[in-house]
């Protein structure tokens, strides 16, 4: 789908420094246009999406239970250089997204 | 501001502030090596902005290659208006504070030094003697405070000593991270000891001012340079008593760092104690043959 043209929107980006946060240079602020990073990002929720819906799909019901709705809530992060982080939902995510897998037929 | 130090430093490269430094000589700054993580490879002058409002060009010296430490040497001697700290040794339970922060509107950092020294895994690898410490201000993340120095806190007041007395302990490098919650820092700092810096870099041994001084005494290899380093100033001309002089008075010091050095291999001194010792004996040596040099 064609994003239309308009204001320029930017997105947060972090640094990846392997440091893992305990060096303390400072963290300068750094942003990429949101439109830019549309691929990382629509790559990194196809991703996620199908990992939670081959986990569903493998879901054994048994004892006359059956499960209907798997749901996965976790923060995505735009990283400075290249691609994208999937961690816990934070407040160092720049999105945080929700996948709710509903099984058909259910 | 008065009653602060202000031998710290801004370090910007091309208008991005990489971190903080401070000047260990009048014409040397250290910091953490990585503050400098972001230098251009191509390109290592640096621009540091000191406390007195002046901008000072510089470039790398040295990059310690098993430490998370960095020399900065200016290219330009600084309108040199400011007083330089003095090593010291840090001891637990002693308190701690830190002249710099990194915008006006953060806080300045004290508390209680909880250990030191102790060996520290750093971040990149290596390892330091460094200082734990303990610190009031709950930030939950102290990014911008690396490289900046930790001095002593002066007990009859809660206020930094003035320039002219601080005692310099150790050198900002990391926070320790909440263990429940790893995007918080816990309260926990950790510096290298100043005995530590004092050991990496050859830059501060007797070596080095035998050389500036062009008497060269003992044979030594150059330091590692991270690029191409600026010429070594020599005197322009020494007069010959002066270079007698000197040399005695090296050749003295020289000695007594060898016979200090042989108590701490009887395990009779503590060689933190001995490496500052040995700064400060090389700082009389340099600021002896300034002065015969310029009489």
Not at chain 2, 51 to 72: F, K, M
Request: with cysteine; charged share 25%; net charge negative.
């Amino acid at each position: 789908m064609a994003i239309p043209e308009g204001p320029e929107v930017r997105v947060e980006t972090v640094a990846l420094d392997g440091a893992g946060g305990r060096q303390i240079g400072p963290r300068n602020r750094t942003t990429a246009l949101l439109k830019d990073r549309h691929d990382d990002i629509q790559a990194a929720v196809a991703e996620a999406a199908t990992v939670l819906q081959e986990s569903a799909a493998k879901l054994d019901d048994s004892h006359q239970w059956r499960i209907r709705t798997v749901e996965a809530k976790f923060g995505l992060t735009l990283t400075a250089e290249a691609g994208v982080i999937l961690s816990k939902a934070s407040a160092e995510a720049s999105f945080e997204v929700t996948i709710t897998i509903e099984r058909q037929g259910s | 501001m008065a009653g602060r130090s202000q031998y710290w430093v801004d370090i910007h490269q091309g208008g991005t502030p990489l971190g903080a430094g401070f000047f260990i000589t009048a014409r040397y700054v250290l910091t953490a090596r990585h503050c400098l993580r972001r230098i251009r490879r191509d390109d290592d002058t640096l621009d540091l902005h000191c406390a007195d409002g002046e901008v000072v060009a510089a470039r790398l010296y040295q990059s310690g290659a098993d430490a998370d430490l960095a020399l900065i040497e200016t290219t330009k001697p600084k309108d040199w208006s400011i007083a330089l700290p003095r090593p010291d040794l840090p001891r637990a339970r002693d308190g701690w504070t830190d002249p710099y922060r990194p915008t006006a509107s953060d806080p300045y950092l004290k508390g209680l030094i909880e250990h030191a020294p102790v060996p520290y895994l750093c971040a990149d690898g290596t390892t330091v003697q460094a200082l734990q410490l303990g610190c009031d201000q709950a930030l939950g993340d102290y990014s911008g405070y690396s490289g900046s120095p930790v001095e002593r806190l002066v007990e009859h007041s809660e206020e930094h000593c003035d320039s002219d007395d601080a005692r310099l302990l150790g050198i900002l490098l990391e926070q320790h991270l909440d263990r429940e919650n790893p995007d918080r820092a816990s309260g926990v700092l950790f510096a290298a000891t100043i005995g530590e810096v004092l050991e990496r870099f050859d830059y501060f041994g007797l070596a080095h001012f035998e050389r500036i001084l062009g008497l060269r005494l003992t044979p030594a290899d150059p330091p590692p340079f991270a690029s191409e380093p600026s010429s070594v100033v020599e005197p322009p001309s020494v007069v010959e008593p002066a270079r007698s002089s000197l040399r005695a008075k090296i050749a003295e010091a020289s000695a007594l760092v060898d016979g200090l050095e042989d108590w701490v291999s009887r395990g009779l001194l503590d060689p933190d104690e001995v490496r500052v010792m040995a700064s400060r004996i090389a700082n009389s040596i340099v600021d002896a043959g300034i002065a015969e040099m310029t009489r």
